[in-house]
């Protein structure tokens, strides 16, 4: 990710949780306001990628899918975002790794509580628990159900 615009830089990650798509909207609602470029960020990984378990499977066709997935989710939940340049990223690896990686030089971290994880009694996924320890930049953790979408108006 280029990090050396000149412009603040907010980084967001995006799994296709509503929890994500709330933490979007925010990400978008607060760059406008500090007038900052957007990143948004979607990591996948590769089953069996260690390579001891799971049947090969076509990298290649992984990540394309992922591509447009990640486009037509920008697309569903924001439609235009106007006067704040959006950028998407699809990175393999490790979710919590790739945004930590991402925060590097960032005006701020936006991940949802909850993505898409197996404990959803949880009030904070792991993906989000390891950013707020481990980011190089402030994060806010938006709560699926507490934002109130693109124009919403909110305190730092």
Not at 47 to 52: E, S
């Amino acid at each position: 990710m280029d990090t050396n615009s000149g412009n603040p830089r907010v980084v967001v990650g995006v799994d296709g949780s509503e929890a994500s798509h709330e933490a979007l909207r925010w990400a978008v609602s607060h760059a406008r306001l500090i007038r900052a470029t957007v990143d948004a960020v979607a990591a996948y990984d590769v089953p069996g990628a260690a390579g001891w378990s799971a049947p090969a499977v076509d990298a290649d066709l992984d990540e394309e899918q992922a591509k447009k997935d990640l486009a037509d989710e920008l697309h569903s939940v924001l439609g235009q975002t106007g006067d704040v340049a959006l950028t998407s990223h699809i990175v393999r690896g490790n979710p919590a790794e790739v945004l930590i990686g991402a925060s590097a030089d960032a005006e701020l971290l936006v991940v949802g509580n909850r993505g898409r994880g197996g404990f959803a009694r949880l009030l904070l996924g792991s993906v989000s628990l390891q950013c707020a320890q481990h980011a190089s930049c402030p994060v806010v953790i938006i709560r699926q159900g507490t934002s109130h979408g693109a124009g919403a108006t909110h305190e730092v």
